[in-house]
């Protein structure tokens, strides 16, 4: 069992930066890729970025890449989200999830088995 608990949400203003930090917590945790998913009204979960278990893989959506940027601790069992340049269209709920380290892919939230209870963003114009 493995617990993820995210923190730093909130309201910025178009073009600010935001950070988020999830803390995984729970038996064999680091042996977990750790991902963040977002939903916003209307719209399905969609993957934001994510870092492999052992900390030297990341990946992310087209829509982040270049303004997103997630990075893990492994020692502290955290991972860390900063988004810069923020639009409008990132105002979302935003989950952290751990899914087994030998999925290769880490951008299907079916591979995810367990989810946070999500952080919202706001960005205003």
């Known amino acids: 069992q493995v617990q993820v608990v995210e923190s730093g949400g909130g309201l910025v203003k178009v073009g600010e930066s935001l950070t988020l930090s999830c803390a995984a917590s729970g038996r064999n945790v680091n042996s977990y890729h750790l991902g963040w998913f977002r939903q916003s009204p209307g719209k399905e979960r969609e993957f934001v970025g994510g870092v492999k278990w052992n900390g030297k893989g990341t990946s992310y959506a087209d829509s982040v890449s270049g303004r997103f940027a997630a990075s893990r601790d492994t020692e502290k069992n955290t991972v860390i989200l900063r988004m810069n340049h923020l639009k409008t269209e990132d105002t979302a709920i935003y989950y952290c999830?751990?899914?087994?380290?030998?999925?290769?892919?880490?951008?299907?939230?079916?591979?995810?088995?367990?989810w946070g209870q999500g952080t919202e963003v706001t960005v205003s114009s």
């Open positions: 999830a751990a899914a087994p380290g030998y999925y290769v892919d880490t951008r299907r939230a079916e591979n995810y088995q367990y």
